[in-house]
């Protein structure tokens, strides 16, 4: 079985920092590329950022370059999202995602994690 479980995210002031794990489990993690999907409350889900499944790869929505890293440690199987520089429409569930064959097809979700930015 499948399970991807995020961790990380809470409370922060606006121009602060936060590091999302995602540690998967029940497949062979360094055979697919992985995603971080947000989730804010009235919006559309947004794909913030993909890894290949090499690292050597990535994307960023527009609205998050220059300020989140996505990483990963196959040896750890688990999936990193630093953010940085947070703004308060950064504010939404962010859920860990297992990509099918493209990246914009997801396998598999996490349960979330809730990321909060206000004064």
């Known amino acids: 079985e499948v399970q991807l479980v995020e961790s990380g995210g809470g409370l922060v002031q606006p121009g602060g920092s936060l590091r999302l794990s995602c540690v998967g489990s029940?497949?062979?993690?360094?055979?697919?590329?992985m995603s971080w999907v947000r989730q804010a409350p009235g919006k559309a889900q947004e794909r913030i950022s993909t890894?290949?499944?090499?690292?050597?790869?990535?994307f960023y929505h527009p609205s998050v370059k220059g300020r989140f890293t996505i990483s990963r440690d196959n040896a750890k199987n688990t999936l990193y999202l630093q953010l940085t520089s947070l703004k308060s429409e950064d504010t939404g569930m962010y859920y860990c995602?297992?990509?099918?064959?493209?990246?914009?097809?997801?396998?598999?979700w996490g349960q979330g994690t809730q990321v909060t930015v206000s004064s």
């Open positions: 995602i297992k990509n099918g064959r493209t990246w914009q097809t997801y396998d598999a």
């Open positions: 029940g497949f062979k993690f360094d055979n697919f590329s």
């Open positions: 890894i290949d499944k090499t690292a050597r790869a990535t």
